[in-house]
C-alpha cells in the first residue's frame, strides 16, 4: 500500500496566527478548587516533649490477631498435608475458596485528583490543612482513624500538629525513610556495640559499611 505524493503547490497554508491561551496565575486556578487554609498556633510546649514511650511488652497484651493472620497460618500449614494427588493451592486458588462470593467484595478502586494547596509544603499551616481536610474526608468515607504517609521531613511536623490538636490520624513514615534511618543507626547510634559486626556474619562486611 502507498500514499500518493501530495505537490506543493497543492497545500494550502494559513497566514491566520494561532491563538495561544492567555497565561494565568496559580493563585487564579485554583480560586474556589482548594481546600480551606487553617492556621496552625504551635503550642509554648512542644507536645512531642510530652510523649512518654511505653515498653514494647505493654502493646503485646492484650492483643488480638488480625483474621488475615490466620488465614496465613492456614495456608502454610498446607504444606504438611500436600502430597502428590492433593497439592497445595496456591494462594490466589486459597483466597478463592476461603473469600465470600464476588458480590461481597467492595467495588474498583476510585483514583482521583485532589484538591490542590498552593502554599510551601513545609508550612506547618499547610500540613495542619491537609490533615484537616484528610481527618474530614475519613469521615465522610466511615472510617475510623485516617492514615496518611509521610517523607521524614514533613513526617515529624505532621505527627507534632496531629498530638497538639488531638486528631484521629496515624501518620506513617515512608518506607524508604524507615530503611535509611535503620540503616543510619548502624553506623551512628548503633556504633561500637556489636551490632554491625552480627550483621557481617549474615550479609558480609561491604554489605554493612
Known sequence: MTTPCTRLEDMRFSDSAVKRLPHTAVSQMIRNRGIPIIYYVAPDQPSLSKFMLKPFSHLLTPYVMPPTINLDLVWHAGWFYTDADNPRSSWAGF???VSPSSSDFPSKSDIRNLSI??????????????LT??????????????????????????VEI????QLNIVCRLGAFHTIMSFLGSIGSI???????EALQTCYGPNAIR
Open 190 to 196: 548503633m556504633d561500637g556495640s556489636g551490632l554491625s
Open 117 to 130: 494547596i498552593d502554599m510551601n509544603p513545609n508550612d506547618v499551616s499547610c500540613i495542619f490543612s491537609t
Open 95 to 97: 483466597m478463592h475458596d
Open 162 to 165: 496531629v498530638m497538639s490538636t
Open 133 to 158: 481536610f484528610i481527618g474530614r474526608q475519613s469521615k465522610k468515607l466511615n472510617l475510623e482513624t485516617a492514615c496518611v504517609t509521610f517523607d521524614q521531613p514533613l513526617w515529624l511536623k505532621a
